[in-house]
């Protein structure tokens, strides 16, 4: 059974790059059949698809996100990243990583999720 | 793009109720459809994926249908653990989510 776990800064500046890791257990990064995926969810709303990243390595970004998002994954440490630049106020959520299964493009496991507010 | 409009925004039911909760794309998607429960500071579970399986470990009581446009997950026997939001998710060119629907206790 995978388990995620998300870390990072939990405060960022504004203008400034948020940086998020997800630490994965329990399976391999590498093995095929899951695309390594980050969600968020602002303060009382609802939830924001924000990219993933293929063991291959390709990635898709939600197209109103893409310009700012950067998700990387790194084999070694099994675990993957996000980066997303030029934050403001409305980039506070808590973000979460999940996996989706590729078969039926559902997210079956998540990590606790961790709260990043934007803020100077 | 695809837009997923759930419905109701909001309910109010009592424990033993049947609750229907309904989910409606703006065109035609895959049965590519999944329905997640969240709780208060907690991060969403998986009940049901492609539109009508339930996954592993998900009590009976919840279930899913619909093709097409139109997709509802079902309770049918309402729970105490069960008061929580539920959201709707499709995979067309790239993830969406519904806006979701709080369930709350009558």
């Known amino acids: 059974q995978l388990q995620l776990q998300e870390s990072g800064s939990g405060l960022v500046k504004p203008s400034q790059t948020l940086s998020l890791t997800c630490a994965v257990s329990?399976?391999?990064?590498?093995?095929?059949?899951?695309?390594w995926s980050w969600i968020r969810q602002p303060p009382g709303k609802g939830l924001e698809w924000i990219g993933y990243i293929y063991h291959s390595g390709s990635t898709y970004y939600n197209p109103s996100l893409k310009s700012r998002v950067t998700i990387s994954v790194d084999r070694s440490k099994n675990q993957f990243s996000l980066k997303l630049s030029s934050v403001t106020a409305a980039d506070t959520a808590v973000y979460y990583c999940a996996s989706l299964q590729q078969l039926v493009h559902s997210f079956d496991y998540w990590g606790q999720g961790t709260l990043v507010t934007v803020s100077s | 793009a695809i837009q997923l409009t759930q419905s109701p925004s909001s309910l109010s039911a009592s424990v033993g109720d049947r609750v229907t909760i309904t989910c409606r794309a703006s065109q035609g998607i895959s049965s590519a459809l999944a329905w997640y429960q969240q709780k208060p500071g907690k991060a969403p579970k998986l009940l049901i994926y492609?539109?009508?399986s339930l996954e592993s470990g998900v009590p009976s009581r919840f279930s899913g249908s619909g093709s097409g446009t139109d997709f509802t997950l079902t309770i049918s026997s309402l729970q105490p653990e069960d008061f929580a939001t539920y959201y709707c998710?499709?995979?067309?060119?790239?993830?969406?989510f519904g806006q979701g629907t709080r369930l709350e206790i009558k």
């Open positions: 492609d539109a009508s």
């Open positions: 998710q499709q995979f067309n060119s790239y993830p969406l």
């Open positions: 329990g399976g391999s990064i590498s093995s095929g059949g899951y695309s």
